[in-house]
């Protein structure tokens, strides 16, 4: 901790007193971020210099951890996590309230015809209900009101997101609470109970969860179970889900098994080509010069030409 005090007031030595700086960083932040022009970490660029007081370095200090605290949500992170809102806002008024809990208990009891009183039902219900518990807690900003009072926005779900996921390499990374939500989605797909998704159980999910046309979800499962098996290589159990949920929380391009967890980018995702940075050359005096391989035929003849000189 002295090492973090230490570095923000050398921060402080150099920015000065007016900040002056920090305004500039909200109009090069793209700098920091990948190559977005979006301001930084939830568009603290020029509140940050407006906000801040530069005298205080404790206050400074904080603001500065408060930046770094969070990741920005890149934009196909965005897509997937609105899909993921909307499968826990069962009343679709954009806002997930502690009443959508039991709409989708509801849902996911219809679906797999799991009896009340049985333990997989039982195992949901705890589940969810915890998370919904914590989702109150965390993201949403109504203070002061119980948690059947309290609603969360898009805005509140990605902030709470953004959040979750700094430093995070797989499932293991997250807390337990969050941990347990793959496992559960996992055994709400598989509905025959062997411990392994297959194809059929997927275009199911599509069709009457994620409510895809049945034409449509029969394409998109055969696409997705390929993917999500590597062509049938490895089973998808458990494990392996988890491991593609990972990829849907994670992955910031539209390329990887985790765009088929709710079945609903394949369009967007073949929609878009590839595009070189630099093209080929367009004659031999572009080409770049071939070089030999260490120990290959043309190398061999490179040094008998040069022995012969």
């Not at 997937?80 to 826990?88: D, G, M, R, S, V």
């Not at 998109?220 to 179970?225: D, L």
């Not at 050359?281 to 190398?299: E, L, N, V, W």
């Given at each position: 901790?002295?090492?973090?005090?230490?570095?923000i007031v050398f921060l402080y030595s150099v920015l000065g007193a007016q900040g002056r700086y920090m305004a500039d960083l909200s109009d090069s932040s793209h700098l920091f971020?990948?190559?977005?022009?979006?301001?930084?970490?939830?568009?603290?660029?020029?509140?940050?210099?407006?906000?801040?007081?530069?005298?205080?370095?404790?206050?400074?200090?904080?603001?500065?951890?408060?930046?770094?605290?969070?990741?920005?949500?890149?934009?196909?992170?965005?897509?997937?996590?609105?899909?993921?809102?909307?499968?826990?806002?069962?009343?679709?008024?954009?806002?997930?309230?502690?009443?959508?809990?039991?709409?989708?208990?509801?849902?996911?009891?219809?679906?797999?015809?799991?009896?009340?009183?049985?333990?997989?039902?039982?195992?949901?219900?705890?589940?969810?209900?915890?998370?919904?518990?914590?989702?109150?807690?965390?993201?949403?900003?109504?203070?002061?009101?119980?948690?059947?009072?309290?609603?969360?926005?898009?805005?509140?779900?990605?902030?709470?997101?953004?959040?979750?996921?700094?430093?995070?390499?797989?499932?293991?990374?997250?807390?337990?609470?969050?941990?347990?939500?793959?496992?559960?989605?996992?055994?709400?797909?598989?509905?025959?109970?062997?411990?392994?998704?297959?194809?059929?159980?997927?275009?199911?999910?599509?069709?009457?969860?994620?409510?895809?046309?049945?034409?449509?979800?029969?394409?998109?499962?055969?696409?997705?179970?390929?993917?999500?098996?590597?062509?049938?290589?490895?089973?998808?159990?458990?494990?392996?889900?988890?491991?593609?949920?990972?990829?849907?929380?994670?992955?910031?391009?539209?390329?990887?098994?985790?765009?088929?967890?709710?079945?609903?980018?394949?369009?967007?995702?073949?929609?878009?080509?590839?595009?070189?940075?630099?093209?080929?050359?367009?004659?031999?005096?572009?080409?770049?010069?071939?070089?030999?391989?260490?120990?290959?035929?043309?190398?061999?003849?490179?040094?008998?030409?040069?022995?012969?000189?």
């Amino acid at each position: 901790m002295a090492k973090i005090y230490t570095f923000i007031v050398f921060l402080y030595s150099v920015l000065g007193a007016q900040g002056r700086y920090m305004a500039d960083l909200s109009d090069s932040s793209h700098l920091f971020s990948g190559g977005s022009s979006a301001p930084l970490a939830g568009g603290q660029g020029a509140n940050f210099a407006d906000s801040t007081d530069f005298t205080d370095v404790p206050v400074f200090a904080g603001k500065i951890l408060e930046m770094t605290s969070k990741v920005m949500l890149a934009p196909f992170q965005k897509e997937k996590l609105k899909y993921y809102f909307q499968f826990f806002d069962t009343d679709g008024n954009e806002l997930i309230e502690y009443k959508d809990l039991s709409g989708f208990l509801q849902k996911i009891l219809d679906y797999t015809k799991w009896p009340n009183d049985s333990k997989e039902a039982r195992e949901m219900t705890e589940v969810h209900d915890a998370f919904f518990e914590i989702l109150m807690e965390k993201a949403s900003h109504d203070e002061g009101c119980g948690k059947d009072e309290r609603t969360v926005s898009l805005d509140d779900w990605y902030d709470l997101w953004s959040n979750l996921i700094v430093g995070s390499m797989g499932m293991g990374n997250f807390p337990v609470w969050l941990r347990l939500l793959p496992k559960s989605l996992f055994m709400i797909m598989d509905r025959d109970e062997d411990g392994v998704i297959n194809e059929k159980e997927l275009c199911d999910f599509y069709v009457n969860i994620v409510h895809l046309d049945p034409k449509e979800a029969l394409s998109v499962s055969k696409k997705a179970f390929q993917d999500m098996t590597d062509h049938g290589r490895y089973p998808l159990n458990v494990s392996s889900y988890e491991q593609i949920f990972a990829n849907f929380l994670l992955g910031r391009t539209p390329y990887g098994p985790g765009r088929y967890i709710f079945g609903c980018f394949e369009d967007s995702v073949e929609a878009k080509e590839f595009k070189l940075i630099q093209g080929p050359p367009t004659d031999d005096t572009d080409a770049a010069p071939k070089i030999a391989r260490r120990g290959s035929t043309d190398q061999i003849k490179v040094r008998h030409v040069t022995r012969k000189m």
